[in-house]
């Protein structure tokens, strides 16, 4: 403990005696001061115990000494020595009185104690009290480092919960609880997501203090912190206490840090090196090796090689950002980009139901390919995340849960097994064209193949298309000399049935046989080629598509 008033008072050489306020000298003291000013306080910062002779002070009258002593108070200022047998052979009672009304401690200074002698015991007593708070950290770094290589993070937060005399929290990268120390404290960590979430939106490293004794929705101090090297953290710790933590609770919570964090970073490289064992097992699969994938894969993936799976294929919406974002990070780290922000989502999905997950960054930040169980926590993660993503879209940016402002358009495949990898990677491709065509943030190929074609036509390429093609009929019927493109639309709709057509125009079969002729010679093609027909129907649809 630091020293205070009380230590002092039973100092034995210093030999003081307290004249007034005896139930406040358990006070901590930051220094020792001496000072003969009328008006000290500009120049205290709080904490002192200042020591005066009263060289310059009326010590003897009440108002004057109601007044020092208040400002003293005011300026924080802990306590007040008085030299007898200097300037007074003993305290006046103005001083002893005004003291008792302020509350101030006011102690008696035997002329055989120099003011020097103060000062060095406080020194003293602040350094003993440091060297104790450093060796305690040393202590408690040793046995953090102890418990996180025998037990793990969860040994790591109960040695920490000890030292602080509190309660920690770890969170992975979604801001989802991973462990606490004691058990109990899994709701109270649960409640700070929030929180955790705005720390992670800050660049790393960032700490932040919620609660506290002015907060009256908790009962605890809660300090939460980053942890990870990159520009997003990796994951977060939160350490809550019934007050703010003292110089060894603070060398214990920096250890811990430290150790988390290379924690961390550890296993960003095995995950780095699992990423390229599924970059493997991914390239035998799409060249039709499942056996060969299955035998790299090991254990690696679990059951996911040999059951249901889909593939999930998702890009940033603007190549261009994605490859300035690259840059600006000098290199391709998943999480510093929107398709970083997607694989946290789905892999910390997948942890927390214990599934099996490949995930695979292609290129440098310029797609991310996916194989997560059918019907798992990793595809309905994937399709909260777009749907959130959709939901917050603005006319120009979308704005992530995780904190970036880019944009991503992902493919979701239809049901697979090893074998038909490479046709389920080509469906969340075909997905994901339609998906950037749309503005969509994710399509799924199955609600592709289960629709219409119709909606497709609404592309603006084929609307050019079906404009250059049809052009000159509209022309034609444009200065009223037939009625050449719904003689067309009845014509194909009846499969070139000549009466049937006419029948639905109001017109002679043989009207419709010249208005088809005069369709083959403004378009210079011929109505027998089904090749022909198809593309002057779609044409006629694409013209009509909303």
Sequence with gaps: MPPTLASLVHHSTLKLTVRAGED?????????????????VPYMEGGELLLITALKLDAEDPDAMRRYVKRLVGAGVVGLGFAVGVNYEEIP?????????????????????????ISKAVSAEIAADQYRAVTAGFA?????????????????????????????????????????????????????????????????????????????????????????????PRAALAVGTAAA??????????????????????????????????AAVLRMLLAGEPDHARAVAGDLYGGLLDAPFRVIVAEPASASASASAASAAGEAESGDDALGAL????????????????????????????????????????????AALEAARAPVTVRQPA????????????????????????????????????????????RLAAGSV?????????????????????????TGRGDLVASLRAWLSRHGQWDAAAADLGVHRHTLRYRMRRVEEILGRSLDDPDVRMELWLALKATTAE
């Design 343 to 386: 694989a946290e989502v789905v892999e910390s999905a997948a942890a927390r139901a214990g599934e099996a997950l490949l995930v695979v960054p292609e290129g440098e930040g310029e797609r991310l390919v996916v194989l997560a169980a059918d019907g798992g926590a990793a595809v309905a993660a994937c399709g909260e995340y777009a």
């Design 24 to 40: 406040r000298l358990d006070v901590p003291v930051r220094w020792a001061h001496a000072s003969e000013l009328a008006d000290p």
């Design 403 to 446: 904190g970036d402002e880019d944009e991503i358009v992902v493919g979701l495949s239809a049901p697979a097994g090893p074998i038909a990898a490479a046709a389920a990677y080509k469906q969340a491709d075909q997905a994901l064209s339609v998906a950037r065509r749309r503005g969509r943030v994710l399509v799924e190929h199955e």
């Design 245 to 278: 933590l003292g110089t060894a609770e603070r060398y214990a919570v920096h250890s811990a840090i430290a150790l988390l964090t290379l924690t961390t970073e550890r296993s960003r490289s095995l995950h780095a090196a699992e990423q390229r064992i599924g």
């Design 140 to 232: 408690a770094q040793r046995e953090l480092t102890r418990q996180a290589l025998t037990d793990g993070p969860e040994g790591l937060l109960a040695a920490l919960a000890s030292q602080v005399d509190g309660w920690a929290a770890l969170y992975d990268a979604s801001g989802t609880v991973v462990a606490t120390a004691p058990e109990w404290a899994g709701r109270r960590a649960a409640r700070l997501t929030a929180d955790v979430e705005r720390l992670r939106e800050r660049p790393a490293p960032a700490s932040s203090v919620v609660g506290g004794p002015d907060d009256p929705d908790t009962a605890d101090r809660v300090e939460l912190h980053s942890l990870g090297t990159g520009r997003r």
């Design 93 to 117: 009672k103005a001083l002893v009185d005004a003291a008792e009304q302020e509350g101030l401690p006011l102690l008696e200074v035997p002329r055989r104690t120099p003011f020097l002698a």
């Design 454 to 478: 119709l909606p497709l036509l609404a592309d603006d390429a084929v609307k050019a298309f079906a404009d250059g093609l049809l052009r000159a009929l509209y022309e034609h019927d444009a």
